[in-house]
């Protein structure tokens, strides 16, 4: 399974970006989908993520409002819109998918994305 992000890059603070993920090599089941990021010298943390029939999602508490996390399982994608950008999302965003339940957790995902860079800049 490959899991492959693209989308990030730099704007300034209040501004929208949309990252993308695609999963490809796997079952024709979809999968339970996240979204994490990290910057340098801190732990991975849980941005949003998406049940596999999209009927749930959870966001951490600093995006919500903010960012909307969305899937289409026909072209097997997931997407993370992002608004009202603050520099303090700038990090390595990081797609993941996972084989079974939606989940909080990065040991709740099997498969990862290499990240793309997203950086606000105030």
């Known amino acids: 399974v490959q899991v492959a992000e693209s989308g990030g890059g730099l704007v300034q603070a209040g501004g929208s970006l949309r990252l993308s993920c695609v999963v490809s090599g796997g079952t024709a089941s979809p999968y339970a989908m996240g979204w994490f990021r990290q910057v340098p010298g801190k732990e991975r943390e849980f941005v949003a993520s998406?049940?596999?029939?999209?009927?749930?999602?959870y966001y951490r508490d600093s995006v919500k409002g903010r960012f909307i996390i969305s899937r289409d399982n026909d072209k097997n994608r997931v997407y993370l819109q992002m608004n009202n950008l603050k520099p303090e999302d700038t990090a390595v965003y990081y797609c993941?998918?996972?084989?079974?339940?939606?989940?909080?957790?990065?040991?709740?995902?099997?498969?990862w994305g290499q990240g793309t860079q997203v950086t606000v800049s105030s």
């Open positions: 998406t049940s596999r029939n999209d009927r749930d999602q």
């Open positions: 993941a998918a996972a084989d079974t339940y939606i989940s909080k957790l990065r040991a709740g995902y099997d498969y």
